[in-house]
């Protein structure tokens, strides 16, 4: 990895996602998430289909913890990152309603290394998990604005607009763009924890 901040080995690297850690997720938000919904490969399918980085985020949450998929995770031939990224790639792919069922289950892909992948077969349907995930992620939303209005702001600034932090901080007036990190890593701590009492609970009843 680059920079002294995201050198980190793969297994280091999948122990904070598995245990959920703000360290894991948010080098997955920014070297796997934001980066794919930035290239111009989904940038244009994503805004066709109402999809945002936040989405997709939300939706690797919950396929690689809520429904545990991450222990699927070899480290045997590719990256971590590289296989986090064939995921968001194919939520992107299957936003399309008019394409699902079109996607050879044997047809091979190449992740960043030009490793041979095959696509996984899927056992859900991938309209109603993204439906499920976009409700679940507002509902928790709600929960952080009720609990702290000014982390929901930064949390909504980064996820869904694409807000670096320096701008994050003069938008906001906070003290610097560190504070913001942190108050982001709070929220997504929070929203974490309240993803999970709901998900226990009946998403919430809706």
């Known amino acids: 990895m680059n920079g002294t901040e995201t050198d980190i080995s793969d297994s280091d690297w999948l122990r904070l996602v598995k245990e959920g850690k703000d360290e894991g997720w948010k080098l997955v938000w920014e070297r796997v998430v934001e980066p794919e919904s930035q290239s111009m490969r989904s940038r244009e399918l994503m805004a066709r289909y109402s999809l945002t980085a936040g989405d997709l985020m939300g939706m690797l949450y919950e396929d690689m ?6 222990s699927l995770f070899r480290n045997d031939g590719g990256s971590f990152e590289g296989w986090l990224k064939r995921y968001v790639r194919g939520y992107v792919l299957n936003a399309n309603p008019n394409k699902h069922g079109e996607l050879s289950l044997d047809a091979p892909g190449l992740d960043d290394e030009g490793a041979s992948t095959a696509w996984e077969v899927p056992d859900e349907d991938v309209g109603v998990a993204r439906s499920e995930a976009w409700n679940m992620t507002h509902l928790c939303l709600r929960d952080l604005w009720n609990e702290d209005p000014e982390r929901a ?8 607009f694409q807000l ?3 701008e994050i901080k003069d938008f906001l007036d906070v003290s610097s763009a560190a504070n913001v990190d942190k108050i982001f890593s709070r929220g997504v701590k929070f929203m974490r924890e309240a993803w999970d009492a709901h998900d226990r609970n009946g998403k919430g009843g809706w």
Do not use: V
């Open 153 to 160: 702001y930064i949390h909504l600034l980064k996820t869904r």
């Open 65 to 70: 913890i809520g429904r545990g998929k991450i």
């Open 164 to 166: 670096a932090s320096e």
